[in-house]
């Protein structure tokens, strides 16, 4: 990796963290999500006599970007589920302006020794599948339980008004296929007519929306426990059950639906969220976010395939995602409401 | 030609993976040559049907244009559902039964949008997106 990079980076952590001595080693990228380049590193300084090495990761904004992200929400989000206790790595350092490495970036901590599920693997966990699943959903119920007012995050982008969150969702997603298709999308159209025809009940609550919570986007490590939330770049104020309906969407099931995120079985996982969350699940709206759930992946693989044939971000993810992973949800859409 | 290009891809990704993505020094171009063998796969796989998908979904959707012209009372609708029923591809080249693909999708959704409107039956609409999306799903390596 570039040392340019590395010893600008150096300069801005001693100052922002305020260790003249600290030092940055073996910066190099790693896969880590299509709205940021995300790098490891070593850095290393002297506190109180007492020599300190210390992994952390460093999240730098594309060139151009899948969904357009505000880095400061992301960061945000880290330092107040870190607060509250769930594994969510500690934030370090976030700088909005392009002077220091050409574009905007934030620091974190880096959780070591551990692995991310692939949906390219039929069975990421093995035998751990059932111990990540119930802390999958159970952390997933603490992010819905979490008052947005009490962790600092009342401001974020979204409705509060929990009977409209679902239209502004809806209008949001929409407009994303409306700026990035590049062929006409009949299945897509119809599921936004069917959305916008049969609206779900207001929200049980308006709680902080992760926005992208599902395989690949956690860390665990070898004795199964959930060490990290990640990617936390969508985050919003809405219907908890949006986190939901994405969480268990099957695309993330590893072919098997009846368990979602390929872990445990879909009643018991409800049912964790459900005592988590402390929400009462309505089943029929959980099925609206469902579908919504599809339709909002069809919009963000349609940006994919947009950056991608378009030449702006030839990461291979982009084109993955605008082929494989639109096919897959435009079948999940099309077989559900076709039978509706 | 033999080996055909689908062989060709299919055996290339399956040496990517397997052999030479292991050797790449980073994690992030190990990772990254992983996703390039997964779409040297998906890509083996639509060499043979590309052409097929699209000429059969064309066909459908000309066949369902056919069927339910008929019954729609929009004047401008109905003869743009007329004309794309009568029409035929000019050529086998994926290129351009795309652009026929993309002129009968907007008809297409501006059918079913019709048909949403004046709660007219769907299910014969829902049956050709079932199938387009039918043929056009991927497998994955593995």
């Known amino acids: 990796m570039s040392d340019d990079l590395s010893e600008r980076l150096e300069t801005y952590l001693a100052n922002v963290m305020g260790i003249p001595d600290l030092e940055v080693a073996s910066l190099s990228r790693i896969p880590g999500g299509a709205s940021r380049e995300t790098y490891r590193f070593r850095a290393r300084y002297n506190r109180d006599g007492t020599e300190i090495e210390r992994g952390l990761i460093l999240r730098r904004d594309q060139t151009t970007s899948l969904i357009e992200t505000d880095r400061a929400t992301e960061f945000r989000a880290y330092r107040a589920f870190h607060s ?5 790595p500690e934030p370090i350092a ?37 111990k990540i699943g119930r802390q999958f959903f159970a952390n997933l119920g603490r992010i819905a339980r979490a008052d947005v007012d009490e962790v600092g995050l009342g401001d974020l982008e979204g409705e509060r008004d929990p009977a409209k969150c679902w239209l502004h969702e809806v209008d949001r997603w929409e407009e994303v296929i409306d700026e990035d298709e590049r062929e006409p999308q009949p299945i897509a159209r119809a599921a936004l007519r069917w959305l916008r025809r049969n609206p779900p009940p207001p929200a049980p609550k308006i709680s902080v929306v992760h926005g992208d919570y599902r395989t690949g986007n956690f860390l665990y490590d070898a004795d199964g426990d959930m060490r990290a939330i990640l990617d936390w770049e969508m ?36 049912s964790i969220w459900q005592k988590e969350s402390g929400i009462r699940l309505d089943t029929a709206a959980l099925a609206w976010w469902e579908i919504f759930a599809s339709l909002k992946g069809v919009a963000i693989w349609i940006s994919a395939a947009r950056e991608y044939a378009d030449g702006r971000n030839m990461d291979p993810v982009n084109a993955f995602s605008g082929w494989y992973c639109l096919a897959f949800h435009n079948k999940v859409l099309a077989d559900r409401l076709g039978t509706a | 030609m033999k080996p055909e290009a689908d062989q060709i891809l299919m055996f290339s990704a399956i040496k990517l993976a397997s052999e030479y993505a292991p050797q790449i020094p980073t994690q992030y171009g190990q990772g990254m040559a992983q996703v390039v063998a997964a779409l040297m796969f998906m890509s083996a796989q639509e060499y043979d049907r590309a052409a097929d998908i699209r000429a059969s979904e064309n066909a459908d959707m000309r066949a369902l244009f056919k069927l339910l012209a008929p019954q729609i009372a929009d004047a401008g609708l109905r003869r743009d559902l007329e004309t794309a029923a009568s029409a035929r591809e000019e050529s086998l080249r994926v290129s351009a039964l795309n652009a026929s693909n993309e002129h009968l999708r907007k008809i297409l959704i501006r059918l079913h949008a019709h048909l949403d409107e004046t709660g007219a039956d769907t299910r014969p609409v829902w049956d050709v997106l079932k199938a387009m999306a039918a043929r056009r799903t991927l497998t994955l390596p593995g």
């Open chain 1, 84 to 88: 509250l206790g769930l594994p969510v």
């Open chain 1, 94 to 130: 976030l700088e909005e302006g392009s002077e220091i490495l050409d574009r905007p970036f934030f620091v974190m901590e880096e959780i070591e020794n551990c692995q991310v599920g692939s949906i390219l693997s039929p069975d990421p966990y093995g035998p751990l599948r059932e």
């Open chain 1, 235 to 270: 985050a919003h104020l809405g219907n908890p059950l949006e986190d939901l309906g994405w969480a268990i969407d099957p695309l993330w099931s590893h072919g098997d639906p009846s368990r979602p995120a390929g872990t445990i079985p879909r009643e018991e996982a409800l």
